[in-house]
């Protein structure tokens, strides 16, 4: 039954990842007018425009474009920079690693920062804990990240000078911009936290190992969270593509070289090529991850049918 | 969480208020004060409450300029998206077969590109501008409506009033008028409460990254990224803008979580 449900799901991300490859493919032809003649400028000689739009291939039929656009990626070939001339994948992948720590970083904080609180909100529900972590939530909802990320770098960077500004240099220069990241997520879920122990602490099987006279912490931790944990998990899936979107703006006000950052750069150069690929890295990822979410939620919990 | 929403209220309206009427308040967003440039905030003369910026512009005045940059956006963008996705998802509902499909298709395709990423690119390629920038969110943000309408007629559809207007012979357009909207309206209003929050720093995010309004019109985005330029010297810059940003956020997103409270919107989508 595992095989059927994961076969019909692959089939259905394949499916969902062939469209994404379409929208983005069609992005170029968004661009007002002639998108060779934006890039080039309108001073551009005829003989160069002609040479970068059969280097595009914006000569051939649209179909047919289209089929090259999708071969071409499952080869890995997402085209040449129009800038530096190099391969656009090779940019990505040196690229990809300064944003996969950052996501990771913030991931990371968000959970420690989401988990107590949550927890600590639901279990004494309504008290003075359960208001201020949730006034502290809906906070966290509420400020963008171009707006904390200039309020850290001028409190810890300016004033304090705890952190560098900006830039990627060692494990201090990740702190800044992981933590502005990860505050939206950390507020998402802890009122998911929240919201979930809630239901779980309802249940017979906690109040049967309260009656077995088992530690509050035993209760919580090994009865109560393990439960609560699944939807906070399927949170996290679906949350981690905001997190990933939220990381070009992060990148970009913290100077860190990632993906992000080199999205918004080209989109500033023209450099259109590039911007396609760094959308369609994102959202691949963000297939994927949720993909498998759904993978290991059902793993983790048998109560889960799949023929429902 | 039962929150007192009279203080939201008042400075949602505060901000709505000065947008409304700043063409004709005494303002000058634009007007260049050499004397005064990057000033820090002072008494006791309004337009320098909250100092000046690297041009020497009062900042003040480029705040109120802005909420009415952010608050016609969010207005426009989310009238869009809730009269076109909610169009969409009520026909695709009530239609069912071949054109429900295409829709759900084409929701769960723009589902699937992580949050603002998509308008961001958008917005990217077809180029700078406040035009533009409406357009990128307007193509991302009907989804979220359409979904829901879709999925609270599909709960409708076959309701006896619906069918007894059937019945009657009611032309479908008056049946979905008269019979399903009404029924349909209270998440639809929820979801465009919390759609106007996103908006509003999703308009401020895209003039963050300088794909929103163009100089000299102000947005509290484009304030921020000109302040972090200045921010050791002129941490005002920053902060007036970023404040009213988490002001307005924060007050739609209370009267939102109130209204939903109030509606009970969990009971009806426990029933979807």
């Known amino acids: ?308 | 969480m039962k929150a007192n929403y009279t203080m939201p209220m008042f400075i949602l309206f505060a901000w709505i208020a000065l947008a409304l009427f700043a063409p004709v308040l005494p303002l000058h967003p634009d007007h260049i004060a050499l004397d005064k440039i990057l000033l820090s905030p002072t008494w006791p003369e309004w337009s320098q409450w909250l100092g000046y910026d690297d041009l020497g512009r009062s900042i003040s005045a480029r705040l109120i300029m802005g909420a009415r940059t952010s608050l016609s956006v969010a207005v426009i963008v989310v009238t869009i998206s809730f009269l076109l996705g909610t169009f969409l998802g009520l026909m695709g509902a009530w239609l069912g077969g071949f054109w429900d499909k295409c829709l759900v298709m084409v929701v769960d395709l723009f589902i699937a590109f992580p949050g603002i990423l998509l308008a961001i690119a958008l917005a990217g390629l077809l180029g700078p501008g406040l035009m533009n920038a409406v357009i990128a969110l307007s193509i991302v943000s009907w989804v979220g409506f359409a979904r829901l309408a879709r999925v609270q007629t599909l709960t409708i559809k076959n309701r006896d009033h619906v069918n007894a207007a059937q019945a009657l012979g009611t032309p479908d357009f008056v049946i979905a008028i008269k019979h399903i909207l009404p029924l349909i309206m209270a998440p639809l209003i929820i979801e465009a409460t919390f759609a106007f929050a996103g908006v509003v720093i999703a308009e401020a995010g895209l003039s963050f990254l300088g794909l929103g309004v163009q100089p000299p019109a102000a947005s509290w985005g484009s304030m921020i990224r000109d302040g972090t330029r200045y921010m050791l010297v002129a941490p005002h810059m920053v902060l007036a803008p970023g404040f009213a940003i988490l002001s307005l956020v924060l007050c739609i997103n209370l009267l939102g979580d109130t209204l939903r409270d109030k509606m009970d919107i969990r009971e009806i989508e426990k029933t979807a």
């Open chain 1, 1 to 308: 039954m595992f095989l059927n449900y994961l076969i019909k799901r692959l089939f259905s991300a394949v499916f969902v990842l062939l469209g994404i490859t379409t929208l983005v493919f069609l992005l170029i032809h968004l661009v007002p007018g002639d998108p060779v003649e934006v890039m080039l400028g309108e001073t551009a000689r005829p003989a160069d425009r002609e040479a970068l739009r059969h280097a595009l291939g914006l000569d051939l039929p649209v179909l047919q474009q289209w089929w090259q656009y999708l071969t071409g990626i499952a080869h890995f070939d997402l085209g040449e920079s129009l800038h530096s001339k190099r391969a656009v994948s090779q940019l990505l992948m040196e690229r990809l690693p300064a944003t996969a720590i950052l996501s990771i970083a913030s991931m990371f904080i968000a959970i420690v920062i989401a988990l107590p609180l949550g927890i600590l909100a639901a279990v004494y529900k309504d008290s003075i804990w359960d208001k201020s972590a949730m006034v502290t939530a809906m906070l966290g909802v509420s400020i963008p990240n171009f707006v904390m990320g200039p309020l850290l770098i001028l409190i810890f960077a300016l004033w304090l000078g705890w952190f560098p500004v900006s830039g990627k240099e060692g494990f201090a220069s990740l702190i800044l911009p992981a933590f502005t990241l990860g505050t939206a997520l950390a507020a998402i879920l802890s009122r998911m936290v929240r919201a979930s122990m809630l239901e779980v602490l309802q249940e017979d099987y906690i109040r049967a190992a309260r009656a077995r006279g088992l530690t509050e912490f035993h209760v919580l931790g090994l009865h109560a969270l393990r439960n609560a944990a699944l939807p906070v998990i399927t949170i996290l899936g679906m949350q981690f593509g905001a997190l990933l979107a939220g990381a070009v703006i992060t990148e970009t006000i913290f100077a860190w070289p990632g993906i992000g950052q080199l999205m918004i750069e080209s989109i500033q150069k023209r450099d259109y090529p590039i911007v396609q690929a760094c959308v369609l890295l994102i959202s691949f990822t963000y297939v994927l991850i949720n993909l498998l979410t759904d993978l290991i939620y059902i793993k983790l919990d048998p109560r889960v049918k799949l023929d429902q």
